[in-house]
């Protein structure tokens, strides 16, 4: 934008000087010429009361005296062919004054003025001078470079303020862009200083209220939503309760296991739903521990649906950048998805490797497929919420990777979740 601002104005700067400046050249031309030519006129008129009366000798005389002074050539021509003076041949100019009329015309030798002198006589005396090319340009070259100097010094000055300007512009916008770019990334208290015009200034403080009322609303949805997972606490506790009462000591282990689990999903979507500051280290965890840990617990699951589970997990530790609870929450979505969209019997294969400086977990099933879109949030093809898959697809993101959905080679999906190592 100052680029833009000080190529308009450098346009507008020198054609405004060029319509002025180009005139005044010419017009400082012409004042030289007619300041020569009124000179030469002068000195040849100083001639003709000695012309008109004075005899052939004194006129001599008087031509060398006064082409010697002005360093001009003279020529001076009687009635009877006599020329006296600076030898020059008679020209049209000459003829037509010896007619009693005096005139200024141009030669190629430059401009030349005849005068002619009555009242002697024998007739009608012609003067003749030439003023030469350099006398009628004389100073015109400096004055033509003083323009142009003042010309370029003008557009310089112009440029200078127009940047000024145009400064005053572009830092107030810098800054509102820079502010909405950390609006953009959940930067929530940043803020603009109204600076510039009115126009800009007003454009700030409506960014700066936006921001303000987006922080707001973030909050109070925030809040909603945590005060909704917070009374999923109530029915948590009764449903302890009854799995305490169960007299299988088994299946009260089992219960109360799937319970806390449960309690712990919800503890973990309250304090993530709570505004709070970002922590100032990254957070991360190890991806083989979690893992292991999900897959004994659905193992149970599948075991009462009669599914087979093949696990194969990488040695420990394995750090990702991702905290426990969101690992374990995505690893439950994709395990959970197996058992929502595949049928009783269906086996299933968890895989844990590490690649190029990266986790990949593997869930990959052997039942019907999904179809296309399941990717997206909320699709869903099993009357559930469609949300299971995106978390698991957030966590990767917020891992530094990514969530792919292949077809596996019994026909059935796998889903591939890449995690990166925990930022320093």
Do not use: K, Y
Not at 51 to 67: F, P, W
Not at 88 to 95: L, N
């Amino acid at each position: 934008m100052r680029a833009r601002m000080a190529l308009l104005v450098a346009a507008v700067s020198v054609l405004t000087l060029v319509a002025f400046l180009v005139p005044l050249a010419l017009l400082v031309r012409t004042v030289a010429e007619d300041r020569a030519t009124l000179r030469a006129t002068a000195d040849a008129q100083s001639l003709v009361t000695v012309v008109g009366t004075a005899d052939t000798a004194t006129i001599r005389l008087t031509v060398e005296q006064l082409s010697a002074e002005s360093d001009r050539p003279v020529t001076v021509f009687l009635p009877d062919g006599t020329v006296l003076g600076a030898p020059a041949p008679r020209t049209p100019a000459v003829a037509l004054a010896a007619r009693g009329q005096s005139l200024t015309a141009e030669s190629g030798r430059g401009r030349e003025v005849v005068i002619a002198v009555q009242g002697r006589p024998d007739g009608t005396g012609v003067i003749r001078t030439v003023v030469p090319p350099a006398e009628l340009t004389a100073g015109v070259t400096r004055s033509w470079l003083v323009l142009a100097l003042l010309g370029v010094l003008l557009v310089l000055i112009g440029l200078a303020v127009a940047d000024r300007l145009a400064h005053t512009l572009v830092r107030p916008i810098g800054e509102l862009s820079a502010v909405s770019h950390r609006l953009a990334n959940a930067e929530l208290d940043a803020r603009v200083t109204p600076a510039g015009p009115p126009e800009l200034r007003e454009v700030a403080g409506a960014l700066n209220h936006l921001a303000g009322r987006i922080q707001v609303l973030l909050v109070q949805e925030r809040e909603e939503v945590a005060d909704l997972s917070h009374r999923l606490r109530t029915p948590l506790t009764a449903l302890r309760l009854e799995a305490e009462s169960l007299r299988d000591p088994e299946d009260a282990a089992r219960v109360t296991a799937a319970v806390d689990g449960l309690e712990r999903a919800v503890t973990g979507l309250i304090r993530q739903a709570r505004w709070r500051a970002p922590t100032a280290g990254a957070a991360g965890c190890d991806a083989a521990a979690v893992v292991a840990e999900r897959v004994a617990f659905w193992s149970v699951l599948a075991e009462d649906t009669g599914r087979a589970v093949t696990l194969d997990v990488a040695p420990g530790p394995l750090p990702v950048g991702v905290p426990a609870d969101e690992l374990a929450a995505a690893v439950d979505a994709l395990l959970g998805n197996v058992f929502a969209h595949t049928p009783d019997g269906t086996a299933f294969a968890v895989r844990l490797v590490a690649e190029a400086g990266r986790a990949v977990l593997s869930v990959a099933d052997e039942g019907p497929g999904m179809p296309p879109g399941t990717l997206d949030r909320g699709a869903s093809t099993a009357g559930s919420t469609g949300l299971g898959l995106d978390i698991a697809r957030r966590a990767a993101q917020a891992g530094g990777g990514r969530l792919t959905l292949h077809a596996s080679p019994p026909g059935g999906t796998e889903v591939r979740l890449e995690l990166g190592p925990p930022r320093s």
